[in-house]
């Protein structure tokens, strides 16, 4: 082996053990307690026969959907690497103007190959009362959002293609601070550009007020943005940093009783607690590095990302490598996803109501209780229903070890057991 | 053999051409008076009009039979096209005298109507719904189903023009005479008098030129179209709009300043002649792009050199301090004019768009359309940021005069 060899390789198992190390330290800071192991559910239990069926059926349609839809992109990106350098000629751009043009070119290639998915997801949403829009708005909606991502692609290569144009080879390793910083900021301002307005319950803001200083976060806001118009589902979320950090709910969760929604918030300030969106970039910046290493390699032998050319090639491998680390991606995602779920328990102290809100998403929601295990591996970015209901029969037994009874709701009324259902 | 299709004029003539033979001269008296002079004609043609739809629904149904429009529906047709095409011009003052009132050949604007000939049934058939693009688009332009407003605007800049100087100003006069003239085709279309669709190429329309002015088109731009890249043109024209928009302060900025040294040193500094005209250059493109006048995505910087449908821009020269003193309100007319003619240029780019996606090509007359009007609007702007003393050149012909 000669001497440049040695120190490369020497270099990338420096990287990889960097790398691994890192990872590891991130996972084990996001964790439920060690010793918590769930117990298995029967869901049946939980659930009438009748809903699991309409969930699973549900689900099943919109699995396979995913599943043509994720071909016919690969297939449809393959055409572009392969049909798109023509497109050159419809640019007077020079390289950069030009890479943008033909980049944006495969997202609306992609974007013409997700269309008639998009439809049948419509079609089916609206069949089971979950999407509230028409087909042309639903359309429209998409339309734009594209016009949005042509924005983003437009931005990033300029970022990749100018870095490439000076360092050819190396371009990866000074794109992906930009990247990050790219992140960083559009997580810091998505507050301010999401349409939302203040909650208007007094009662509910006084508890989001109390949950947020028991999980040792100040004042935070929470906003609610209003989506009935356009769908059933419920869904909140947690977004920015520092100033601009808040819960969003959606107003469709506002139709569920105050002890589910407080639940939901203590989740949601979990993610805030527990620093989830810092992880998250930093794990974004664990797969950044590769991952642009990667479109580097890939793309050398097309005359690299300095080459307008390369583009079409280059969106066909980020989406092939986008679906390779997406399992991994969505573990670490449910692991999150799992911790909050955990404070929001340790928080409220109301199992009972976090079980009823689970046991909401199946029958609000349609969302199965218990996919098959590849669909959990594979697509999942929460824990299951099923894994979500044992975390809360695991914290109850716990307690019910600790204090002898089941737990006291910390905010609003006094937790009271469920009635199960027979099925 | 086919016609060469790129930037030039594809040859045959259109049946139906407008002929001027006008000399620009104007009485005050009877331009101060035009719209009470013109009353009897309107009251007229409300007659005329009324018979030639009865006449236009029996010529269409000869046609749809026969294939051939009969020689008295023809004649009256067409001196009724004649007719609305005389009082229009003399409504909108592209012409002076009083015309008369049976529409006889030998006005100064005056429409040539081809003898009746043979027809398609097929297209006789669905005329109505065939002629739609064509009627919004005179609409907008000329005087079909009331004043557009280009035609409006246009006269009313040639009233005042003609009140203070006795002559209409040969911008506004061939830019009125254009609506007219594709106005006049439309009609003639409409009413089955000739089976050719209107063509709103103002070369082939009008034979005449622009005059030279030191902003100027070039328009190399082939008419082959990408459906593909014109299926997501409002889409991919979203960075050069975003770009465009960060880019307005700074023109702004540079306009203030330059202003300011074209007042002091009556000329316009280098480096901020060069940055505008980037900016005017810059914007073109956009425009031409995003409204499929230009077919390849631009650059975004403003080269002089390299987009086909090109603004160019004199070096700087020596400008009359009084007339930068006063840039703004001179500035205001133009404005409005450009503001008009900029829903024409909307109207070009919609069916540009629909023409494109069906038959991956630009319509010659739309794209050429379009163009004059982009080349307006980079006069315009050239004019009101201290570029050029030079005032706009509303003269909607693609070719120009070469400079004396």
């Known amino acids: 082996m000669t001497l440049p060899r040695l120190l490369r390789a020497t270099a990338l198992a420096v990287v990889a053990a960097v790398w691994i190390m890192t990872a590891t330290l991130l996972w084990r800071a996001t964790r439920v307690p060690d010793d918590l192991s769930l117990p298995h559910l029967d869901v049946r239990d939980y659930f009438t026969a009748d809903e699991l069926r309409r969930a699973e059926r549900f689900e099943r349609f919109l699995r396979i959907e995913f599943l043509l839809s994720q071909l016919a992109l690969v297939g449809a990106l393959a055409f572009w690497a392969w049909r798109g350098p023509r497109y050159v000629r419809e640019s007077a751009a020079g390289r950069l103007g030009t890479g943008m043009l033909l980049g944006m070119l495969g997202l609306a290639v992609g974007w013409l190959s997700q269309l008639p998915f998009r439809l049948s997801e419509v079609w089916w949403e609206r069949r089971y009362g979950i999407l509230r829009t028409g087909y042309a708005d639903a359309l429209l909606n998409d339309w734009l959002a594209l016009g949005g991502e042509f924005l983003a692609i437009c931005l990033t290569l300029l970022i990749v293609m100018g870095l490439a144009g000076r360092f050819p080879r190396y371009w990866w390793l000074p794109a992906t601070p930009f990247f990050v910083a790219v992140a960083a900021l559009f997580i810091f301002t998505y507050p301010y550009l999401a349409d939302t307005h203040r909650l208007q319950n007094r009662q509910l803001r006084a508890d989001a007020r109390a949950i947020a200083h028991e999980e040792g976060l100040g004042d935070v806001p929470v906003e609610v943005e209003k989506v009935s118009d356009e769908t059933s589902a419920p869904n909140a979320e947690a977004a920015g940093f520092g100033p601009s950090r808040r819960v969003i709910l959606w107003d469709t969760l506002l139709e569920f009783p105050d002890d589910e929604v407080r639940v939901v918030l203590a989740h949601e300030f979990g993610h805030l607690s527990r620093k989830h969106l810092p992880k998250a970039l930093v794990w974004y910046t664990l797969f950044a590095l590769p991952g642009a290493y990667l479109i580097a390699v890939a793309t050398r032998r097309r005359g690299g990302m300095a080459n307008p050319a390369a583009v079409p090639w280059s969106l066909l491998v980020v989406v092939v490598l986008g679906l390779v680390a997406l399992p991994f991606e969505n573990a670490i995602s449910r692991h999150i996803e799992a911790e909050a779920d955990w404070v929001a328990l340790e928080t409220t102290r109301d199992p009972g109501a976090a079980e009823r809100l689970f046991r909401r998403f199946t029958r609000v929601a349609l969302e199965q209780p218990d996919p098959p295990q590849w669909v959990a591996l594979v697509t999942a970015n929460h824990p299951t229903v099923e894994d979500r209901i044992a975390m809360v029969v695991a914290w109850r037994g716990r307690h019910r070890n600790r204090d002898g009874r089941d737990g006291t709701a910390r905010f609003g009324k006094v937790y009271s057991p469920p009635v199960r259902r027979d099925s | ?404």
């Not at chain 2, 009251?43 to 269409?60: D, E, K, R, Y």
């Not at chain 2, 050949?105 to 000939?117: A, I, S, W």
């Not at chain 2, 506004?172 to 009609?187: F, P, S």
């Not at chain 2, 901020?272 to 792009?289: E, K, M, P, Q």
């Open chain 2, 1 to 404: 053999v086919r016609a060469p299709r790129v930037g030039g004029v594809t040859p045959g003539k259109h049946p139906v051409r407008l002929r001027i033979d006008d000399d620009l001269c104007r009485s005050r008296l009877t331009v101060l008076f035009r719209l009470l002079l013109v009353l009897p004609h309107l009251v007229w043609l409300l007659g005329w009009t009324f018979v030639a739809q009865v006449a236009a629904f029996a010529n269409w149904v000869a046609v749809v039979i026969t294939g051939e429009t009969p020689a008295v529906f023809h004649g009256f047709l067409a001196s009724y096209v004649r007719y609305t095409t005389h009082v229009n011009a003399y409504l909108f003052l592209a012409a002076n005298p009083f015309p008369g009132f049976r529409g006889a050949p030998g006005y100064p604007v005056d429409v040539e109507l081809p003898p009746p000939g043979r027809q398609s049934r097929w297209s006789a058939g669905f005329r109505l719904v065939l002629a739609v693009p064509a009627a919004l688009l005179a609409s907008a332009l000329g005087t079909l189903g009331g004043p557009g407003g280009v035609v409006t605007v246009a006269a009313i800049g040639s009233w005042f023009a003609a009140l203070a100087l006795g002559r209409s100003p040969r911008g506004l006069r061939d830019l009125t005479a254009y609506g007219l003239g594709y106005t006049a085709q439309t009609l003639a279309y409409l009413l089955v008098i000739t089976a050719r669709y209107p063509d709103s190429h103002p070369d082939r329309l009008l034979d005449r030129a622009a005059p030279h002015h030191p902003v100027r088109l070039r328009l190399e731009d082939e008419l082959r179209r990408s459906r593909l890249t014109v299926f997501f043109r409002p889409l991919l024209v979203f960075p050069h709009l975003l770009w465009l928009t960060l880019w307005g302060p700074f023109a702004l900025l540079a306009t203030v300043a330059n202003w300011f040294a074209a007042l002091a040193i009556a000329r316009s500094p280098r480096p901020l002649h060069r940055f505008l005209g980037a900016y005017v250059r810059y914007t073109s493109h956009v425009y031409a792009y995003a409204t499929l006048v230009g077919n390849p995505f631009p650059g975004f910087t403003g080269r002089e050199s390299g987009y086909p449908v090109a603004i160019l821009v004199d070096p700087p020269a020596r400008q009359r301090r009084l007339v930068t003193l006063f840039r703004l309100p001179l500035a205001l007319p133009i404005i409005v004019l450009s503001g008009v003619l900029w829903w024409l240029l909307i109207l070009v780019g919609v069916f540009g768009l629909v023409a494109a996606l069906v038959s991956g090509r630009m319509p010659a007359g739309l794209r050429a359309s379009g163009a004059v009007v982009i080349r307006y609007g980079a006069q315009v702007t050239a004019y009101w940021s201290i570029l050029t003393d030079r005032y706009p050149d509303s003269t909607p012909m693609v070719r120009t005069e070469r400079a004396e």
